[in-house]
């Protein structure tokens, strides 16, 4: 005898999301005001308020400031953190990790450098900090990043490169 389980199709995956990913980001310093203004537009409204059971964001992105080839953290200038949004309603700019934050959802990086607020409109995320936030590099010329996106902790495949333009 054989007992068959009927399971409508639609029911299976339907809550699930699409991949976050990026459509356009930069990242512009305005010499006027001494601040950088960071502009993403993600391919989907991201979730920044949504935790898992272990404390991970929805959706996440992370700027890596002062490199633009994945090395050891402590090359980093700082890491424009994303991911503590649901946390603290506010964009975290931490130091490397050289020393690193051993307080809960730092992820690991180093101390806080600043804490700035966004605006979120659908997919399209602004915010903007004092470059001495992001770096402590005192005549650059530019600042290489790289840009990377996570859903629930983990890396979605996006990793995109610019630079920040300090002098021209």
């Not at 949004?85 to 051993?102: F, K, T, Y």
């Not at 966004?118 to 900090?129: Q, T």
């Amino acid at each position: 005898m054989v007992l068959a389980l009927a399971v409508p199709v639609q029911a299976i995956g339907s809550t699930q999301q699409s991949t976050l990913g990026i459509r356009s980001q930069s990242a512009i310093y305005n010499r006027a005001t001494g601040r950088v203004t960071f502009r993403i537009v993600f391919n989907r409204s991201p979730d920044f308020f949504t935790a898992d059971e272990l404390g991970r964001q929805a959706d996440d992105f992370q700027y890596y400031v002062g490199s633009d080839t994945p090395v050891v953290p402590w090359l980093y200038d700082s890491i424009v953190r994303g991911g503590e949004i649901d946390s603290s309603g506010l964009i975290r700019i931490r130091n490397n990790a050289l020393v690193p934050d051993p307080a809960p959802g730092s992820g690991g990086w180093g101390t806080v450098r600043a804490e700035v607020p966004f605006d979120l409109r659908g997919p399209v995320l602004r915010f903007s900090a004092p470059l001495s936030s992001v770096t402590d590099r005192t005549d650059p010329d530019v600042l290489p990043y790289m840009l990377e996106t996570y859903q629930f902790g983990f890396w979605t495949g996006v990793h995109i490169v610019g630079q920040i333009v300090v002098r021209r």
